[in-house]
């Protein structure tokens, strides 16, 4: 089934990704399979195999193929086995990777969505009463994203400039309303409140960090 148009527009697709860091398609794959990897060893074992399928699909592919899940676990039998972990953690301190990952997280609550809405498309019993609010955080989510993307990639390109202190939306999240705190829009919108507090964490680390 296809996604609503409502939800198409909140995804950060892998093309507008790749234009708002400015990488070539090469360099970009690669920060983003750093990226992923970093999410992995991040990750419960047991868990790796959902994670890895859902950082696939939020950054730009529909599904892992085998041949890819297969090179993600090679590579993390190298890291282990060299104990090259914390060095992997260290690297990716910079803001640029932290940014991806809020970005890999945006995306998983809007697929979310798109999970629900079938649900309910098909008969299922799905509250929908908050949908609206979900939708308008996730709207500022986006913008803020984007605002730092931008943001670093100037600053990266110009690294003699000595930036003043950048700020993103949260209060408007903030000041949305959820009916229903235990419902699973509940815990969405809350997913994407954490992720406005992650990017300004990011800025007050550094953008070029």
């Given at each position: 089934?296809?996604?609503?148009?409502?939800?198409?527009?909140?995804?950060?697709?892998?093309?507008?990704?790749?234009?708002?860091?400015?990488?070539?398609?090469?360099?970009?794959?690669?920060?983003?399979?750093?990226?992923?990897?970093?999410?992995?060893?991040?990750?419960?074992?047991?868990e790796r195999p959902?994670?890895?399928?859902?950082?696939?699909?939020?950054?730009?592919?529909?599904?892992?193929?085998?041949?890819?899940?297969?090179?993600?676990?090679?590579?993390?039998?190298?890291?282990?086995?060299?104990?090259?972990?914390?060095?992997?953690?260290?690297?990716?301190?910079?803001?640029?990777?932290?940014?991806?990952?809020?970005?890999?997280?945006?995306?998983?609550?809007?697929?979310?969505?798109?999970?629900?809405?079938?649900?309910?498309?098909?008969?299922?019993?799905?509250?929908?009463?908050?949908?609206?609010?979900?939708?308008?955080?996730?709207?500022?989510?986006?913008?803020?994203?984007?605002?730092?993307?931008?943001?670093?990639?100037?600053?990266?390109?110009?690294?003699?400039?000595?930036?003043?202190?950048?700020?993103?939306?949260?209060?408007?999240?903030?000041?949305?309303?959820?009916?229903?705190?235990?419902?699973?829009?509940?815990?969405?919108?809350?997913?994407?409140?954490?992720?406005?507090?992650?990017?300004?964490?990011?800025?007050?680390?550094?953008?070029?960090?």
């Open positions: 089934m296809s996604m609503e148009s409502d939800l198409q527009e909140l995804v950060i697709t892998k093309g507008e990704l790749r234009h708002l860091t400015g990488f070539d398609s090469f360099r970009f794959s690669l920060i983003i399979y750093f990226t992923i990897l970093v999410v992995l060893i991040e990750t419960s074992v047991a959902r994670e890895l399928n859902a950082s696939i699909q939020a950054f730009g592919d529909r599904k892992i193929s085998t041949i890819l899940e297969s090179i993600f676990k090679i590579i993390l039998s190298i890291v282990q086995s060299l104990k090259l972990t914390d060095f992997i953690r260290k690297k990716a301190k910079n803001s640029l990777t932290n940014l991806l990952i809020d970005v890999k997280n945006h995306n998983k609550i809007v697929y979310k969505i798109n999970v629900m809405d079938q649900l309910k498309s098909v008969g299922n019993q799905v509250d929908l009463n908050d949908r609206k609010n979900v939708l308008k955080a996730l709207k500022i989510t986006r913008e803020n994203l984007v605002k730092a993307l931008k943001t670093n990639r100037i600053l990266r390109e110009n690294p003699g400039f000595e930036a003043d202190s950048f700020s993103v939306d949260i209060t408007s999240i903030q000041s949305l309303q959820i009916s229903e705190q235990s419902s699973e829009y509940a815990a969405l919108f809350n997913q994407a409140l954490q992720i406005g507090i992650s990017i300004q964490e990011d800025i007050d680390n550094g953008l070029l960090e």
